[in-house]
């Protein structure tokens, strides 16, 4: 059983669920929105509760990545982790209208679905565990469906990372045939743990594999 960590912070929970419903083209409109309102909230907690922006991070999934990169847009963020940015609409998108690395101080990336999430690399460092396109387990993945599966594994691998017990170690490779063709099983320049905590002196591209089974950390059964 894994041991539990607990943190001195705060959490909150932006849920924009009827902007995100049924219309995708519409839920992507409304991402500005969303972030707009967001950034807001920001600025009164920075100049009524003196936190600071640099202390701030934001987590987002899919759509929510880039909600998170149009906050950052209005205010100084620490640090914003993109859990598998929404690709359709954004992949031929200039940089300006998605989440990149001008919008925090430090921008890290998970990517897992090559079909609903953004290919290219967006962060001050990007991850592509099992080469970032089709997770391992998924098949058989009784948490979400099919079609998601991958998309929403960012989720969980994340979540698993700030269980210290769980270490996702990623090897820096310059690219997905590097990767299949087994060139990057070596730290070289320096390996990075996947997830919450990076350093934020973290920067490139990395690889890593992880278990089909929950905790999905290697190793993990």
Not at 35 to 52: D, M, Y
Not at 94 to 119: E, N, W
Not at 162 to 173: A, E, G, Q, V, Y
Not at 197 to 215: D, E, W
């Amino acid at each position: 059983m894994s041991a539990l960590y607990f943190f001195d912070v705060n959490v909150i929970v932006v849920i924009w669920t009827r902007g995100a419903y049924d219309n995708y083209n519409q839920a992507v409109a409304n991402t500005r929105v969303v972030g707009a309102v967001t950034a807001n909230l920001i600025k009164l907690l920075h100049s009524a509760g003196g936190v600071s922006y640099n202390d701030m991070h934001i987590v987002g999934h899919s759509l929510g990545a880039h909600v998170a990169g149009y906050v950052g847009q209005r205010v100084p963020i620490g640090r914003i982790t993109g859990l598998d940015p929404a690709g359709p609409e954004f992949n031929t998108a200039d940089q300006r209208v998605r989440l990149d690395p001008s919008d925090a101080t430090f921008v890290d990336i998970i990517h897992t679905d090559g079909a609903l999430g953004f290919r290219h690399t967006m962060g001050h460092v990007d991850f592509y565990p099992n080469g970032g396109k089709i997770q391992p387990g998924c098949l058989f993945d009784k948490i979400a469906p099919f079609y998601s599966c991958g998309h929403m594994r960012s989720v969980y691998y994340f979540i698993e990372s700030i269980n210290t017990n769980c270490h996702f170690t990623s090897h820096p490779c310059d690219s997905e045939d590097d990767y299949k063709n087994l060139l990057c099983t070596g730290c070289g320049i320096g390996c990075q743990e996947m997830g919450y905590h990076i350093s934020r002196n973290a920067r490139g591209t990395f690889y890593l594999k992880t278990s089909p089974n929950y905790p999905y950390c290697a190793g993990s059964h």
